[in-house]
């Protein structure tokens, strides 16, 4: 086990596509034939699958902003850890923690794993 005091350049780009809204972008970090599943949702298949389904939650705030606070190197798995400020559309935000777990193929991810409780950015943030 590697945990890594400065995140992999990689890591940096990835978390900078997905804070500038770029499923196009994300994508390309991700195998043709990778999994993505982003909490209970179902997982989805396939890079085009992948950047279509990203794209679809993308339009649903206004931005977000990731704060990496650990990434462990464990062979061709990663772990990283952190909070994500999520923009909603009413202009409120709200902060929440994340983990996420790669599997990585020739350097690119496999199998994106993302554990959150998603639930209080759709909550009535009154």
């Not at 995140?7 to 994508?27: H, Q, R, Y």
């Not at 650990?70 to 909070?83: A, K, L, N, S």
């Not at 777990?101 to 639930?119: E, H, K, N, P, T």
């Amino acid at each position: 086990m590697n945990q890594t005091p400065q995140p992999p350049g990689w890591i940096t780009e990835l978390f900078g596509v997905i804070d500038s809204k770029d499923a196009a972008a994300f994508g390309n970090f991700l195998t043709p034939d990778g999994t993505f599943r982003f909490g209970n949702a179902p997982p989805v298949q396939g890079r085009n699958e992948i950047t279509a389904a990203v794209h679809g939650f993308f339009s649903t705030i206004a931005s977000l902003s990731h704060d990496l606070q650990d990434v462990w190197e464990f062979g061709d798995d990663v772990i990283c850890r952190g909070e994500v400020t999520y923009g909603r559309h009413d202009g409120s935000s709200v902060t929440l923690p994340f983990a996420d777990v790669f599997r990585m193929q020739d350097a690119l991810i496999s199998d994106y794993r993302i554990y959150m409780d998603i639930a209080p950015l759709y909550a009535d943030p009154s």
